[in-house]
Structures are given as C-alpha cells and as structure tokens.
C-alpha cells in the first residue's frame, strides 16, 4: 500500500495503541497481512508524493542503519496490543517505499524474521519486497531470496530513456529487463514490473516498446498506471510553469487498450484494473487482502493499519516515528471507526475493480438497478450480470470510477 504525501484527519490513537474490543474479537478471519513502509529514496522522482526521503531530507534522528530495530520496536508494541487476539498466521509480507532495498539484505530479513517470531509465517506466505532496478543485483536478490522473500516487485515505470527523464528515473532504459531476468535465477517465485504510462513526451511506440520489454523479461505479473499529477510535485510545478503538457485522458485510455491488447496475447489476464497475471498463483495476494477488506498491520511511519473495522495511520516523518516508539508509545497519529455505510462504500468501490466482481445481492435496490443499467450501457458484462455478479467490461474499466459512482447511493 503506497503511502500518501498527506495523511487524513482522525481521532487520536491511545498512547498505548489499544484498540476497541469489537475489533479485535476475528483478527484475520479474513487473512492477515503486515505491511511496512521503509521511507528512504536516493533521490526523489518528479512524480512521487509518496512519504519518502532522501538523507538531505531526513534531518537528525532518523537513519537507515537503525531503521529495522525501529520496526521491530513497533512490531513488538503490536504483539501487545494484539496479544489475547492474535492472528492465527500471517498470509502476506509486503515491504514497499520508497526503496526498501536500499536497507541491506540482513535487515529486510531480520524484519521478516522479527514477523514470524510475533506472529509466525504460513507456510504459503507471500513475502514482497519493492525495489528500484538500479538498487539490486545477483548477490542481494540471492540473500532476499534465502531469507524468505518470494516476490519483487521492480519499478521500471518505462522502457523509454526521455519518458525516464522527464519521471526523474535514474535507472537506464534495459535495466529492469535485467534485474527481472536475474530475480528469476535468483529463485523468486514471482516477479512484478511496474509501469506508468501517460507521461508528456511518451509516445504510443514508446508504451508498446515498454510492454513488449516486460513481455520478454519473463515476468508473471504486470501493474500498470497512469500518471497522476499531485500537487506539491516538482511534475506538477513544471507543469504549472507550462514547460510541461498535463497528461491526456484520451492517450491514458488508448495506452490502457493497448496494455490489455499486449498483454493478452502474451497469456495476462487483468485480475484488478490495473494489474495483469499470468496465473491465478501470480496474482499478487497482499493487494488482494485490502481490495478485500481483510486485516493488515502497517509498520513505518506514514503507514496505514486496518483491523475489525478500524483503520490508523502513524506519523509522517521517521525522526517523530523512532522518537514515539524509543519512549514507549504508539507512533499512531489518528484512527478512524468505519461506520457500516462507509464500509460499505468502500467495499463497492474496491471489489467492483476487481475481475471477480461485486456480488448483485451485496448492492441495495437502487444499485442493482444502476447496474442494470450498466450492462444495458455496455459498462458491466451480461453474463456476469446473469449469474449474479457485476463485473466490468473492458469499456468498464475505462469508466470504473463512474460506474462506481452509479451503483452507490
């Protein structure tokens, strides 16, 4: 789960992290997932918003070399406050940024080894871990792989060096390529490549060389993404400055028909909007549990927790995170309740995205009349439709979020 440059408003969390009894009563009924956040960049793409730092950013306090036991101070508050509830395993480990592979192989294991201790690994575990292409090779890729890792996901973004330039990527065109290719013959099960399309100067031959890369690295999983321009960006300030064109709804959608057109014929099905598998078995199964509305602890400052129907969010900047937890309290900085019509809402918005769809009887009347509707307009398929699901056509997904904003109240 990315980690927003701006976190919400909320109720305090208590000192201690405690939460309300009701939600701690199915800890991961539903499965159970422990994300966390690792903050540190080299540097800082033009794009990103995301809650990292470079070390010119981070100020005194705060250090990669201390960073894991910081997290493990965490995760040692969150056996106590899971303690008489406890998950019965951890399904998915997903270690994203930032950069986490700028933190040396000992400690991304040390982690995941501090999250078995706590709470024990399935033995199917999915454990992720992000990277930057530039960040990883054979040695490190074999340490992650022994200690546990069994997914990566690199971000390539393009395979274009001007598309690169103007996203402020300091890898070379080709080296995503490459570190897919060796990810696989360090033994990951599974290997993901990010891409975003959509970028000023990108042209359609661009994007189609950027698929056919990814087709021919070997990777079983595809995410792909516009570009969105968030204020506060060095982007979004060239833009501003007009030395830059906004991004084109027009291009994003043919992109995305030609990604669905790509990676179709070479054996990807899209499982999530914005994200193509080769197989059930590559699906990335962490995502999955938020889309899902399963139980996730987030460990990091920014990062974002979810538990019984109570969601939380800890401190931005990684020098307020260490000091909470070196004096003993909670880096949670808000909290909010879902109401029954909130959950509700978001689980419309996320299971509608999704391949497998929304289940008609989980609508109200009026949007299992809207979704009538969308299938009369092309928007969700028939044939779901008459089994009992909506699900989202390929003009659909175009339109997601309007289809979405039918079918609620």
């Known amino acids: 789960m990315r980690m927003p440059g701006v976190l919400p408003a909320g109720e305090p969390v208590p ?27 080299a540097s800082r793409c033009g794009y990103c918003d995301f809650n990292t730092y470079t070390a010119a950013e981070l100020g005194g306090g705060a250090s990669r070399e201390t960073y894991a036991d910081t997290v493990l101070a965490e995760l040692t508050l969150a056996a106590r406050v899971l ?28 982690i995941l080894d501090g999250i078995d201790r706590v709470w024990g690994l399935a033995a199917d575990v999915e454990v ?15 340490e992650l792989r022994s200690a546990g890792y069994t997914r990566i996901s690199l971000g390539m973004q393009s395979a274009a060096s001007g598309v690169l330039a103007v996203l402020d990527r300091t890898h070379r065109p080709g080296r995503a390529v490459e570190a897919a290719v060796e990810a696989r013959e360090a033994g990951f099960d599974h290997v993901n490549l990010d891409l975003i399309y959509g970028t000023p100067g990108e042209r359609a031959e661009d994007f189609a060389a950027s698929l056919d890369q990814v087709v021919a690295a070997g990777a079983d999983h595809v995410s792909a993404y516009a570009l969105i321009v968030e204020d506060g960006t060095r982007l979004a300030a060239r833009m501003r400055r007009g030395e830059l ?16 057109a790509a990676l179709g014929a070479a054996g990807f099905s899209w499982y999530e909007v914005s994200n193509w598998a080769r197989s059930g078995a590559a699906r990335c199964r ?7 509305g399963a139980d996730w602890w987030g460990l990091g400052p920014g990062a974002h927790s979810h538990v019984g129907g109570v969601r ?10 260490a000091k909470r937890l070196a004096d003993g ?9 879902l109401t029954p019509d909130e959950a509700y809402t978001e689980d419309v918005m996320l299971r509608l995205r999704l391949a497998d769809g929304l289940p008609l009887a989980a609508l109200d009347d009026a949007g299992r009349a809207a979704a009538a509707r969308a299938v009369a307009d092309g928007l969700l398929a028939a044939p779901a439709h008459a089994a009992g699901r909506a699900v989202l056509t390929l003009r659909g997904r175009l339109l997601a979020d309007a289809v979405v904003r039918d079918l609620l109240p």
């Open 312 to 321: 939380w969010w800890n401190v931005k900047h990684p020098t307020a995170y």
């Open 83 to 110: 303690g008489d509830t406890p998950p019965s395993r951890v399904d998915t480990v997903f270690v994203g940024g930032g950069t986490p592979t700028l933190l040396p192989p000992d400690d991304l294991a040390r």
């Open 286 to 292: 962490h995502n999955l549990l938020y889309w899902t």
């Open 128 to 142: 992720t871990t992000e990277a930057n292409p530039e960040s990883v090779g054979p040695a490190t890729l074999k």
């Open 15 to 41: 000192v201690d992290g405690s939460l309300p009894a009701a939600a701690t009563r199915a800890v991961g009924a539903s499965g159970f997932g422990v994300y966390v956040h690792v903050p540190f960049c």
């Open 245 to 260: 064109p906004y991004p084109s709804d027009d291009v994003a959608a043919d992109r995305y028909l030609a990604a669905e």
């Open 329 to 337: 309290r909670s880096p949670g900085l808000a909290r909010e309740v």
